[in-house]
């Protein structure tokens, strides 16, 4: 985020029930309870905050409390102090010391290419008589 972005906030003495969506980004400090959605954007649970939800960002940043499973495309960070009670799916993950977390933790990682199985490359006769299948690794070899 740049210096000039200006950021969506929820104050500390605000409390939501429902469902939140947008497509900016968000800094909670006060209460929600229901559901967070933001697909392309980077959400902020502020040190006050004390959030019971599920919430898919492209980003999080959690400074408070928040019950919940949390979802991102991209990086989540829990800092010194959060207390996190939920599971984590996310491509990047940052824990710093003193910080609470209670649950299981998925990490997303880049889907590698298929490769094609020996069986598969025998019936469709790719390296028949060679040992070899299309991309040139030896049958006995191969990758997934």
Do not use: W, Y
């Not at 469902?19 to 649970?45: K, P, Y």
């Not at 469709?124 to 690794?137: C, E, H």
Request: hydrophobic share 45%; with cysteine.
């Amino acid at each position: 985020m740049a210096a000039g972005d200006v950021v969506a906030a929820i104050g500390k003495s605000v409390q939501i029930r429902g469902e939140l969506q947008g497509s900016e980004d968000l800094m909670v400090d006060g209460m929600v309870d229901g559901t967070i959605a933001l697909q392309e954007s980077r959400l902020t649970i502020g040190p006050n905050a004390k959030v019971k939800a599920n919430v898919s960002a492209r980003d999080i940043v959690v400074m408070g409390s928040i019950q919940g499973n949390l979802q991102a495309s991209g990086r989540i960070e829990l800092r010194a102090g959060c207390q996190v009670v939920g599971d984590l799916r996310a491509a990047r993950l940052s824990i710093e010391e003193n910080a609470s977390f209670s649950g299981k933790v998925d990490l997303l990682t880049a889907e590698k290419p298929a490769t094609m199985t020996a069986a598969a490359a025998a019936e469709t006769g790719i390296g028949s008589g060679s040992g070899r299948t299309a991309g040139g690794m030896e049958a006995d070899k191969l990758q997934f």
